[in-house]
């Protein structure tokens, strides 16, 4: 009866040891685990952190290329009436010189308009 006592205690006692062996795996794991999320958690913070500064500087970056967008728009609108002014300008010399008998900036003679 009393081996059988020692028997059972000492298997208890092996299975208590397998037990406390896993629970303390289990603990080292867990620690690992804990370590890299305060490590990500420090990483995400860092970046984070400044983020909202950062759009603010964004923002007024873009607010300030949109205005020089618009006044560049403004400019290239004023240049390409200028140029479409140009152009008319030119057609109508074109069709006064032709009514004068000049073709490509040459006088005609007398003889090829009575033509």
């Known amino acids: 009866m009393v081996t059988t006592v020692v028997v059972i205690n000492f298997l208890i006692a092996l299975l208590l040891t397998y037990v406390a062996w896993q ?3 289990l603990k080292r794991t867990l620690a690992a685990i804990a370590d890299n999320l ?12 400044t983020a909202p500064e950062n759009i603010y500087i964004g923002q007024k970056g873009i607010y300030s290329l949109r205005q020089k967008q618009q006044r560049l728009e403004a400019q290239v609108e004023k240049v390409q009436k200028i140029i479409s002014l140009m152009i008319l300008g030119r057609n109508l010399w074109r069709r006064y010189l032709n009514k004068l008998g000049y073709k490509s ?5 007398i003889k090829e308009i009575g033509r």
């Open 38 to 49: 305060s490590a990500y958690e420090r990483a995400t913070y860092a970046v984070l952190h």
């Open 105 to 109: 900036g040459k006088r005609r003679g």
């Open 23 to 25: 629970v303390w795996q």
